[in-house]
């Protein structure tokens, strides 16, 4: 017997932001296209559906707000205190039950998806939050290829965008490989490239036409350079000291045409 093939970890999360209406119009469309045209893809969309109705078939209990507290506990889930909070229904703790296995489930498989967002958490902290999360996965790329020409057209076959990836080799900055990370609801194309030991993120989101950076930021202990240009906002961030990490933003920056002035 053939032991069904899952899809990666980030096909995983696009597959389930589908299901959930999270994901924008272009990459929606995007997705549902390989899923058309994909075996694995089909069977975990098909699965994903079939188990999210079957949650929605079960009896609806009433649960005490004891194990209800206990469950947003362990997810990590923040509820603001109040003496007149009601148990929930039955059906209701499992949707939340069901989505914080898929968190661990990505977690242990090394994929790089941020979860559900707090309202107070900023582009930059969940930029940093990825960047963590690839150091301690098994590996930081779904894509491990230093040629640009393997990299841009697999990020393009997997959402419908890619990134320029600048060979900065010369410079001392390796091209690793690329990603999809799932930052806000959206998926967005990542390069990875590599200084000595350390590596360097670069989350590249759709932009409008124009030019603008680069701002220098700091977010969960790590450096970050923030630009726009070539269609798309990127941010670098890197646990590289400061001066090194304007060097590759400027290089990056360089080769793609970029020339906006540095923001006071």
Do not use: C
């Amino acid at each position: 017997m053939t032991e069904a093939r899952l899809p990666p970890e980030a096909d995983l999360v696009l597959l389930n932001a589908l299901v959930d209406g999270e994901l924008d119009a272009p990459t929606a469309a995007a997705i549902e296209r390989r899923i058309a045209d994909e075996p694995e893809m089909g069977k975990a969309h098909e699965a994903i559906v079939v188990t999210r109705a079957a949650l929605a078939r079960l009896e609806r209990e009433e649960v005490g707000t004891r194990l209800l507290d206990r469950i947003e506990s362990g997810a990590g889930i923040s509820v603001p205190a109040s003496p007149q909070r009601q148990p929930r229904g039955l059906a209701d703790w499992r949707a939340m039950a069901a989505s914080v296995v898929v968190a661990f489930v990505m977690a242990g498989g090394g994929g790089y998806w941020l979860g559900a967002t707090r309202p107070s958490e900023t582009t930059s902290d969940l930029v940093a939050s990825t960047h963590r999360r690839s150091l301690l996965a098994a590996s930081p790329v779904d894509i491990a290829s230093s040629d640009r020409h393997t990299v841009k057209p697999w990020l393009d076959n997997r959402i419908g965008i890619s990134p320029p990836a600048p060979d900065l080799a010369a410079k001392g900055f390796s091209l690793v490989g690329g990603r999809v990370d799932v930052i806000g609801g959206r998926a967005v194309p990542t390069l990875v490239y590599r200084h000595n030991e350390h590596l360097i993120t670069v989350v590249a989101e759709p932009a409008a036409a124009g030019t603008s950076g680069p701002q220098s930021k700091q977010a969960d202990g790590y450096n970050m350079v923030r630009w726009t240009g070539s269609g798309f906002s990127y941010w670098a961030v890197s646990d590289l000291e400061r001066a090194e990490l304007d060097g590759f933003a400027e290089g990056y920056r360089i080769a793609t045409g970029v020339t906006a002035a540095p923001e006071p």
